[in-house]
Protein backbone atom coordinates (compact mmCIF):
# COMPACT_ATOMS: atom_id res chain seq x y z
CA UNK A 1 0.00 0.00 0.00
CA UNK A 2 1.12 3.82 0.05
CA UNK A 3 3.53 5.21 2.61
CA UNK A 4 3.54 8.48 3.45
CA UNK A 5 3.54 11.23 0.62
CA UNK A 6 4.70 14.28 1.30
CA UNK A 7 4.79 17.77 -0.96
CA UNK A 8 6.75 19.56 -1.90
CA UNK A 9 9.68 17.10 -1.86
CA UNK A 10 11.69 20.93 -1.84
CA UNK A 11 11.41 24.46 -1.24
CA UNK A 12 13.52 27.08 -1.47
CA UNK A 13 12.07 30.60 0.12
CA UNK A 14 13.48 34.29 0.89
CA UNK A 15 13.68 35.24 4.01
CA UNK A 16 10.00 36.59 5.92
CA UNK A 17 8.15 34.23 3.46
CA UNK A 18 5.76 31.85 4.76
CA UNK A 19 5.62 28.37 3.57
CA UNK A 20 3.26 25.33 3.68
CA UNK A 21 4.45 21.93 3.67
CA UNK A 22 2.01 18.78 3.15
CA UNK A 23 1.91 15.13 4.31
CA UNK A 24 -0.52 12.85 3.25
CA UNK A 25 -0.45 9.86 5.99
CA UNK A 26 -0.89 6.11 5.78
CA UNK A 27 -4.75 5.10 5.42
CA UNK A 28 -6.16 4.14 8.49
CA UNK A 29 -3.15 5.43 10.44
CA UNK A 30 -4.86 7.63 13.49
CA UNK A 31 -1.47 9.23 14.83
CA UNK A 32 0.48 12.01 12.55
CA UNK A 33 3.97 13.57 13.92
CA UNK A 34 5.89 16.26 12.04
CA UNK A 35 9.71 16.74 13.29
CA UNK A 36 12.27 18.23 11.32
CA UNK A 37 16.12 17.03 10.89
CA UNK A 38 18.63 19.64 10.87
CA UNK A 39 22.51 19.03 11.25
CA UNK A 40 22.72 21.06 13.79
CA UNK A 41 19.93 20.07 16.05
CA UNK A 42 19.61 16.40 14.69
CA UNK A 43 16.11 15.44 14.44
CA UNK A 44 13.28 17.05 16.44
CA UNK A 45 9.78 16.31 17.31
CA UNK A 46 7.61 19.19 16.49
CA UNK A 47 3.79 18.03 16.89
CA UNK A 48 1.43 15.51 16.73
CA UNK A 49 -2.11 14.51 16.31
CA UNK A 50 -4.04 11.91 17.54
CA UNK A 51 -8.07 11.53 16.13
CA UNK A 52 -9.99 14.45 17.44
CA UNK A 53 -7.84 15.12 19.86
CA UNK A 54 -5.88 18.94 20.79
CA UNK A 55 -2.81 18.47 19.30
CA UNK A 56 0.35 18.40 21.20
CA UNK A 57 1.93 21.38 20.50
CA UNK A 58 5.28 21.70 22.66
CA UNK A 59 7.87 20.66 20.25
CA UNK A 60 7.27 23.60 18.15
CA UNK A 61 10.38 25.72 18.46
CA UNK A 62 7.80 29.02 17.66
CA UNK A 63 5.28 30.75 17.47
CA UNK A 64 5.72 31.30 13.65
CA UNK A 65 5.13 27.50 13.75
CA UNK A 66 1.77 26.13 13.06
CA UNK A 67 -0.29 23.13 11.73
CA UNK A 68 -3.65 21.38 11.16
CA UNK A 69 -5.21 18.51 10.43
CA UNK A 70 -8.25 18.51 8.43
CA UNK A 71 -10.46 15.18 8.35
CA UNK A 72 -8.14 13.08 10.62
CA UNK A 73 -6.21 12.84 7.41
CA UNK A 74 -4.18 15.69 5.72
CA UNK A 75 -1.79 17.93 7.68
CA UNK A 76 -0.02 20.71 7.14
CA UNK A 77 2.34 22.61 8.99
CA UNK A 78 2.74 26.68 8.11
CA UNK A 79 5.84 28.29 8.90
CA UNK A 80 5.56 32.17 8.78
CA UNK A 81 8.14 34.57 8.33
CA UNK A 82 10.72 32.06 7.68
CA UNK A 83 13.94 32.80 8.84
CA UNK A 84 17.50 31.14 7.81
CA UNK A 85 17.59 29.10 11.38
CA UNK A 86 13.98 26.94 9.71
CA UNK A 87 16.71 25.45 7.16
CA UNK A 88 15.75 21.69 7.42
CA UNK A 89 13.84 19.02 6.29
CA UNK A 90 10.45 18.75 7.56
CA UNK A 91 9.44 15.16 8.56
CA UNK A 92 5.94 13.65 8.92
CA UNK A 93 5.44 10.50 10.20
CA UNK A 94 2.14 8.53 10.71
CA UNK A 95 1.06 5.59 12.65
CA UNK A 96 -1.78 3.12 13.80
CA UNK A 97 -3.61 5.17 17.27
CA UNK A 98 -1.41 5.34 20.49
CA UNK A 99 -4.24 4.20 22.78
CA UNK A 100 -2.41 0.85 23.73
CA UNK A 101 1.20 2.67 23.65
CA UNK A 102 4.16 3.48 21.02
CA UNK A 103 3.36 1.58 17.51
CA UNK A 104 6.12 1.95 14.70
CA UNK A 105 6.17 5.36 12.84
CA UNK A 106 6.31 5.28 9.41
CA UNK A 107 8.46 8.34 7.65
CA UNK A 108 7.22 10.06 4.51
CA UNK A 109 10.51 11.53 2.55
CA UNK A 110 10.49 14.71 3.83
CA UNK A 111 10.57 18.16 2.79
CA UNK A 112 14.01 20.27 2.45
CA UNK A 113 13.00 23.76 3.12
CA UNK A 114 15.73 26.09 2.42
CA UNK A 115 15.67 29.87 3.29
CA UNK A 116 17.58 31.93 1.49
CA UNK B 1 13.00 14.15 30.26
CA UNK B 2 14.28 11.34 27.84
CA UNK B 3 17.51 11.45 25.96
CA UNK B 4 18.96 8.88 23.74
CA UNK B 5 22.64 9.11 23.49
CA UNK B 6 24.83 6.92 20.27
CA UNK B 7 28.86 7.87 21.33
CA UNK B 8 29.60 6.04 17.90
CA UNK B 9 29.72 9.01 15.62
CA UNK B 10 31.08 7.36 12.37
CA UNK B 11 31.87 3.63 11.99
CA UNK B 12 33.83 1.96 9.21
CA UNK B 13 34.16 -1.57 8.77
CA UNK B 14 35.05 -3.69 6.12
CA UNK B 15 32.42 -6.16 4.21
CA UNK B 16 31.50 -9.23 6.03
CA UNK B 17 32.66 -7.78 9.63
CA UNK B 18 30.13 -7.99 12.16
CA UNK B 19 29.69 -4.43 13.79
CA UNK B 20 27.77 -2.97 16.99
CA UNK B 21 26.30 0.35 17.10
CA UNK B 22 25.56 1.44 20.81
CA UNK B 23 22.64 3.20 22.65
CA UNK B 24 22.36 4.57 25.98
CA UNK B 25 19.05 5.54 26.85
CA UNK B 26 17.86 7.49 30.12
CA UNK B 27 14.70 7.92 31.56
CA UNK B 28 12.38 8.55 34.60
CA UNK B 29 9.62 6.03 33.09
CA UNK B 30 8.58 2.84 33.83
CA UNK B 31 7.22 2.24 30.69
CA UNK B 32 8.92 3.38 27.51
CA UNK B 33 9.62 2.06 24.21
CA UNK B 34 12.67 1.68 22.22
CA UNK B 35 13.03 1.97 18.42
CA UNK B 36 16.13 1.71 15.77
CA UNK B 37 15.79 3.48 12.52
CA UNK B 38 17.65 3.12 9.46
CA UNK B 39 18.63 6.48 6.88
CA UNK B 40 20.22 5.36 4.02
CA UNK B 41 21.44 7.93 1.75
CA UNK B 42 18.39 8.20 -0.06
CA UNK B 43 17.22 9.82 3.17
CA UNK B 44 14.03 8.04 4.31
CA UNK B 45 13.55 6.73 7.42
CA UNK B 46 12.96 3.26 8.04
CA UNK B 47 11.53 1.24 10.91
CA UNK B 48 13.91 -1.65 12.10
CA UNK B 49 12.71 -2.71 15.44
CA UNK B 50 10.26 -1.28 18.34
CA UNK B 51 10.68 -2.50 21.92
CA UNK B 52 8.83 -2.38 25.16
CA UNK B 53 10.54 -1.87 28.16
CA UNK B 54 8.77 -4.83 30.00
CA UNK B 55 10.25 -6.75 27.27
CA UNK B 56 13.92 -7.65 27.50
CA UNK B 57 14.19 -10.57 25.32
CA UNK B 58 16.70 -9.95 22.62
CA UNK B 59 15.58 -10.22 19.12
CA UNK B 60 16.99 -12.01 15.67
CA UNK B 61 15.84 -11.15 12.10
CA UNK B 62 18.32 -12.48 9.75
CA UNK B 63 21.60 -10.64 10.28
CA UNK B 64 20.41 -7.94 12.87
CA UNK B 65 19.92 -8.66 16.02
CA UNK B 66 19.53 -6.58 19.12
CA UNK B 67 20.27 -6.67 23.05
CA UNK B 68 18.34 -4.59 25.84
CA UNK B 69 19.82 -4.52 29.19
CA UNK B 70 17.60 -2.18 31.57
CA UNK B 71 20.47 -3.16 34.10
CA UNK B 72 22.68 -0.76 31.81
CA UNK B 73 20.15 1.32 30.29
CA UNK B 74 21.20 0.02 26.64
CA UNK B 75 20.04 -0.92 23.28
CA UNK B 76 22.61 -2.24 21.50
CA UNK B 77 22.41 -3.56 17.74
CA UNK B 78 24.59 -5.74 15.82
CA UNK B 79 25.00 -6.23 12.11
CA UNK B 80 26.41 -9.76 11.16
CA UNK B 81 28.45 -10.35 8.02
CA UNK B 82 27.60 -6.74 7.20
CA UNK B 83 26.80 -5.64 3.75
CA UNK B 84 27.46 -2.61 1.19
CA UNK B 85 23.82 -1.86 1.27
CA UNK B 86 24.11 -2.07 5.31
CA UNK B 87 25.33 1.67 4.68
CA UNK B 88 23.12 4.05 6.30
CA UNK B 89 22.92 6.06 9.65
CA UNK B 90 20.98 4.24 11.95
CA UNK B 91 19.25 6.28 14.82
CA UNK B 92 18.11 4.62 18.15
CA UNK B 93 14.88 6.22 19.66
CA UNK B 94 13.07 6.64 22.77
CA UNK B 95 9.24 7.30 23.30
CA UNK B 96 6.93 7.02 26.29
CA UNK B 97 3.56 8.08 27.11
CA UNK B 98 4.28 11.37 28.69
CA UNK B 99 1.77 14.17 27.00
CA UNK B 100 0.39 10.87 25.38
CA UNK B 101 1.98 11.36 22.06
CA UNK B 102 4.51 8.56 22.23
CA UNK B 103 6.65 11.42 20.13
CA UNK B 104 10.63 10.28 19.44
CA UNK B 105 13.15 11.29 20.94
CA UNK B 106 15.84 10.21 18.88
CA UNK B 107 19.77 10.10 19.62
CA UNK B 108 22.30 11.89 17.00
CA UNK B 109 23.14 8.82 14.98
CA UNK B 110 25.81 6.57 14.37
CA UNK B 111 27.07 6.81 10.67
CA UNK B 112 27.69 3.02 9.50
CA UNK B 113 29.75 3.26 6.38
CA UNK B 114 30.81 -0.89 5.04
CA UNK B 115 33.77 -0.89 2.50
CA UNK B 116 33.61 -3.50 -0.43
Known amino acids: GAGVSQSPSNKVTEKGKDVELRCDPI?????LYWYRQSLGQGLEFLIY????????KSGLPSDRFSAERTGGSVSTLTIQRTQQEDSAVYLC??????????????FGPGTRLTVL | AQKVTQAQTEISVVEKEDVTLDCVYE???????LFWYKQPPSGELVFLIR??????QNEISGRYSWNFQKSTSSFNFTITASQVVDSAVYFC?????????????FGKGTKLSVIP
Open chain 1, 93 to 106: ASSLGTGQGANEQF
Open chain 1, 49 to 56: FQGNSAPD
Open chain 1, 27 to 31: SGHTA
Open chain 2, 27 to 33: TRDTTYY
Open chain 2, 51 to 56: RNSFDE
Open chain 2, 93 to 105: AIAYSGAGSYQLT
